[in-house]
């Protein structure tokens, strides 16, 4: 698996509830991962990261104390449980692996999934 394969997103209204979910083959044992997000005509922004065991998170301010993010190294998987959602959490989600660089430079992540789709309407 040379890509992760983010999955979960959908069309929720405002304060509801996603759980998205990314499979990140052999990255997802070894590897710091992070999420980033990308709304139309913007650039990527990081939403949260995780360490390779899984032992510690960090988050965006935007995003503190509504998702969590957790892993499960077993299967390789990592996944953004996000609550109390907002219309600017509206945008295309992305894992890859992190790195404190990549985090404000997205653009020289060369191991995008395709993303997935979350939509808060209002």
């Known amino acids: 698996q040379v890509q992760p394969v983010e999955s979960g997103g959908g069309l929720v209204q405002a304060g509801g509830s996603l759980t998205l979910s990314c499979a990140a083959g052999?990255?997802?044992?070894?590897?710091?991962m992070g999420w980033w997000r990308r709304a139309p005509g913007k650039e990527h922004e990081f939403v949260a990261a995780?360490?390779?065991?899984?032992?510690?998170?960090l988050y965006a301010d935007s995003v503190k104390g509504r998702f969590t993010m957790f892993r499960d190294n077993a299967k390789k998987t990592v996944s953004l449980q996000m609550n109390n959602l907002k219309p600017e959490d509206t945008a295309g989600y992305y894992c890859?692996?992190?790195?404190?660089?990549?985090?404000?430079?997205?653009?020289?992540?060369?191991?995008w999934g395709q993303g997935t789709q979350v939509t808060v309407s209002s």
């Open positions: 890859a692996p992190y790195s404190d660089y990549v985090r404000e430079n997205p653009s020289e992540i060369r191991f």
């Open positions: 052999r990255m997802g044992s070894s590897y710091a």
């Open positions: 995780i360490s390779w065991t899984g032992g510690t998170a």
